[in-house]
């Protein structure tokens, strides 16, 4: 899987090592699951959503079988403010896109902290607040779809919270700023109308760029990243005790 399908960055910033534990929770289609265990390390997988953690398991599966992948993934469902892990479980944490869906977030922050083992390793991102403010301005559907976010993070605002839950924040990045395009035209031009040219285009070229890997075009999102990005990511730990 390309790493530009990724938030998280395993390559400097949250390195996979032999024999990790990995819990990847809220891991939708699993595609940061996948990646994870391009590494020899045990994820496991968990979500709410029934039908998304079967197409992850599914895409896993076919990975796997196929001797692509060096890790094992164990997918199920749970509930990021009830995890029904042992304090301590997992080496590394990776949480994507989830904390704007859940409704108490404090519960949730204090869980990552506990199932994380002292001295482990936490990515977590969400929207960032300048598209995200953005497409809730363009569309009232985008911000009312079932599901979908009910809250809106800044970026200090989330490294305090994080912070009070016990855990020492590090570095940030952002990411995807492309995508931020494509949202911005889907609002512009109907939230359910995927199909509009224009639209459709750009979704077009942003899969041609997942396989071309064009060097320009990648070099162009990582300097829009820094003022239009989609999402953030911020990188932390649980002090060792």
């Known amino acids: 899987m390309a790493s530009n399908v990724v938030n998280v960055d395993y390559w400097n910033l949250f390195q996979i090592r032999k024999g990790d534990r990995v819990l990847d929770l809220g891991c939708g289609n699993g595609r940061h699951t996948i990646e994870a265990t391009n590494w020899d390390c045990r994820v496991v997988a968990v979500d709410l959503d029934r039908e998304e953690l079967a197409r992850g398991r599914y895409m896993f599966y076919a990975d796997h079988n196929a001797g692509r992948l060096q890790g094992f993934a164990q997918f199920m469902m749970g509930d990021a403010q009830h995890l029904p892990f042992r304090d301590g479980a997992f080496d590394k944490v990776i949480c994507t896109e989830v904390l704007e869906h859940v409704h108490d977030d404090e519960r949730a922050m204090r869980e990552l902290f506990r199932i994380l083992r002292p001295g482990g390793e936490i990515a977590v991102s969400c929207p960032h607040h300048r598209a995200e403010r953005l497409l809730w301005a363009l569309s009232w559907e985008y911000w009312h779809s079932p599901g979908g976010h009910i809250r809106i993070y800044r970026k200090g605002e989330l490294r305090r919270r994080l912070s009070d839950a016990g855990l020492v924040m590090g570095a940030e990045r952002g990411r995807h700023a492309y995508q931020s395009v494509y949202w911005t035209l889907r609002c512009l031009f109907g939230k359910d ?28 999102e990582a300097a829009l990243d820094r003022v239009f990005a989609k999402d953030f990511v911020i990188y932390g730990r649980r002090p060792a005790e």
Request: no cysteine.
């Open 193 to 220: 109308n995927p199909d509009f040219p224009l639209t459709r285009w750009f979704w077009r070229f942003i899969n041609w760029n997942l396989r071309a890997r064009n060097p320009v075009f990648e070099g162009l």
